[in-house]
Antibody, heavy 121, light 110 residues
Framework: QLQLQESGPGLVKPSKTLSLTCTVS??????????WGWIRQPPGRGLEWIGS???????FYNPSLKSRVSISVDTSTNQFSLSLNSVTAADTAVYYC?????????????WGRGALVTVSS | NFMLTQPHSVSESPGKAVNISCNRS????????VQWYQQRPGSAPTTVIY?????PSGVPDRFSGSIDLSSNSASLTISGLKTEDEADYYC?????????FGGGTSLTVL
């Protein structure tokens, strides 16, 4: 059974780049037709899709974040990563990685436990 | 782009049934699948319904999903409510360029 775990700095300064990694266990990131995605949730608020990717490198991003986001994959370590530049306090959120089934934006399951990232000086 | 609108909160008594709606603002509700996620405080979301009405293994059949073309909405129905069902519920769908989540519904079982 697939398990995902986010990791990365919990504090990022304004205008800098937020970087997170998702480690996949229980299966190969390149061994199936599944996509891999990032979703975030500001404290006390709802969910927002950030983007999804296939292990070949095809990426799909939320139009509202597209100019600042990049998702990449490292098949040798079974990990995929999120990079979000020029962050502000509005980017403070719990960031989740998830498996996406049925295309880059259909069904997100399972999810990682989430990583809280605070943007503050 | 479209929006998914859910009631902010619903409450019902144990043993009763509750329905949570998810209205699509534009585009046909059947043009893409709808998923429903349950999120308990401090935990990641988990799927209770996927592809409109399918239940993942391990989700009790008290949870059901449906589509209403007349209102361009999806609905999550939870019957035989238990206190453990108290959580936030999010609907989610997509189009050719974006994934959209509803704003979430807080379910209180009292």
């Amino acid at each position: 059974q697939l398990q995902l775990q986010e990791s990365g700095p919990g504090l990022v300064k304004p205008s800098k780049t937020l970087s997170l990694t998702c480690t996949v266990s229980g299966g190969s990131i390149s061994g199936s037709r599944q996509y891999w995605g990032w979703i975030r949730q500001p404290p006390g608020r709802g969910l927002e899709w950030i983007g999804s990717m296939f292990y070949t490198g095809s990426t799909f991003y939320n139009p509202s974040l597209k100019s600042r986001v990049s998702i990449s994959v490292d098949t040798s370590t079974n990990q995929f990563s999120l990079s979000l530049n020029s962050v502000t306090a509005a980017d403070t959120a719990v960031y989740y990685c998830a498996t996406v089934t049925g295309g880059p934006w259909n069904w997100f399951d399972p999810w990682g436990r989430g990583a809280l990232v605070t943007v503050s000086s | 782009n479209f929006m998914l609108t859910q009631p902010h909160s619903v409450s019902e008594s144990p043993g009763k049934a509750v329905n949570i709606s998810c209205n699509r603002s534009s585009g046909n509700i059947v043009s893409s699948y709808v998923q429903w996620y349950q999120q308990r405080p401090g935990s990641a979301p988990t799927t209770v319904i996927y592809e409109d009405s399918r239940r993942p293994s391990g989700v009790p059949d008290r949870f059901s999903g449906s589509i209403d073309l007349s209102s361009n909405s999806a609905s999550l129905t939870i019957s035989g409510l238990k206190t453990e069902d108290e959580a936030d519920y999010y609907c989610q769908s997509y189009d050719s360029t974006n994934v959209v989540f509803g704003g979430g519904t807080s379910l209180t079982v009292l």
